[in-house]
């Protein structure tokens, strides 16, 4: 799977739309992008995927550079429970695994 | 319809002891995951199961690890002689059969393991 690279961290004010960016620069042509995010201590829980196209669905939206090689998730209006770590994972639809990075701890402020 | 089901959500052993950690996949899902998320750190791979049969067990550390999936019940992963370094919260995570782009994964509230 194509390597990930993502900032630490980012805050960003709640009801603002908060963007956070992945460069996955060596993706091949048959790898997917996913979105996942853990809540302190929870599961982690999938956001979202996509392949070329811009997804949205209701928690989010993502937005793939005609190069593929880097997305932003876009969270429309971020609340306070939306505060977690979000990995941007690559994997190809064979995979039989998901490789976790260190992702991006959000936090929402009031 | 259920969430996917880990058990017990909080173990406490003693270096030594078994530890046996259960996992219900949703339902309708016949492929189960184990993920490994050691303190302060990201999750990582350990095993992938179908009904009776390890797919890839390559995250799984050679000695003392093992997991299941039988016909009837839950996923098991059990560690034998427990140590210190096995402290961690372990995820359970099933997916229904895999298409050509199902990289989506439904986790448990996982299971933390203390070892004294």
Same mark, same amino acid.
């Given at each position: 799977?194509?390597?990930?690279?993502?900032?630490?961290?980012?805050?960003?004010?709640?009801?603002?739309?908060?963007?956070?960016?992945?460069?996955?620069?060596?993706?091949?042509?048959?790898?997917?992008?996913?979105?996942?995010?853990?809540?302190?201590?929870?599961?982690?829980?999938?956001?979202?995927?996509?392949?070329?196209?811009?997804?949205?669905?209701?928690?989010?939206?993502?937005?793939?550079?005609?190069?593929?090689?880097?997305?932003?998730?876009?969270?429309?209006?971020?609340?306070?429970?939306?505060?977690?770590?979000?990995?941007?994972?690559?994997?190809?639809?064979?995979?039989?695994?998901?490789?976790?990075?260190?992702?991006?701890?959000?936090?929402?402020?009031? | 319809?259920?969430?996917?089901?880990?058990?017990?959500?909080?173990?406490?052993?003693?270096?030594?002891?078994?530890?046996?950690?259960?996992?219900?996949?949703?339902?309708?899902?016949?492929? @189960?995951?184990?993920?490994?998320?050691?303190?302060?750190?990201?999750?990582?791979?350990?095993?992938?199961?179908?009904?009776?049969?390890?797919?890839?067990?390559?995250?799984?550390?050679?000695?003392?690890?093992?997991?299941?999936?039988?016909?009837?019940?839950?996923?098991?992963?059990?560690?034998?002689?427990? @140590?210190?370094?096995?402290?961690?919260?372990?995820?359970?995570?099933?997916?229904?059969?895999?298409?050509?782009?199902?990289?989506?994964?439904?986790?448990?509230?996982?299971?933390?393991?203390?070892?004294?």
């Amino acid at each position: 799977d194509a390597k990930t690279t993502q900032p630490p961290s980012m805050d960003c004010a709640e009801g603002r739309a908060a963007n956070l960016p992945c460069n996955h620069s060596t993706i091949s042509g048959n790898e997917y992008v996913y979105w996942y995010r853990q809540i302190h201590s929870q599961g982690p829980q999938y956001i979202i995927h996509g392949l070329k196209n811009n997804e949205t669905n209701e928690m989010a939206s993502l937005i793939i550079t005609e190069d593929r090689k880097s997305s932003t998730l876009i969270l429309p209006h971020a609340t306070l429970r939306d505060t977690a770590v979000y990995y941007c994972i690559v994997t190809s639809g064979s995979a039989r695994q998901l490789t976790f990075g260190s992702g991006t701890q959000l936090t929402v402020l009031p | 319809n259920a969430g996917v089901m880990q058990n017990p959500r909080h173990l406490v052993r003693r270096r030594g002891q078994e530890a046996r950690l259960r996992c219900s996949p949703m339902k309708g899902h016949s492929h @189960v995951y184990w993920y490994r998320q050691l303190p302060e750190e990201g999750l990582k791979f350990m095993v992938y199961l179908q009904k009776e049969n390890i797919i890839d067990e390559s995250g799984m550390p050679k000695e003392r690890f093992s997991a299941e999936f039988p016909k009837e019940g839950p996923s098991i992963l059990r560690i034998q002689q427990v @140590v210190r370094g096995d402290s961690a919260a372990y995820f359970c995570a099933s997916s229904p059969p895999r298409g050509p782009n199902t990289g989506e994964l439904f986790f448990g509230e996982g299971s933390r393991l203390t070892v004294l």
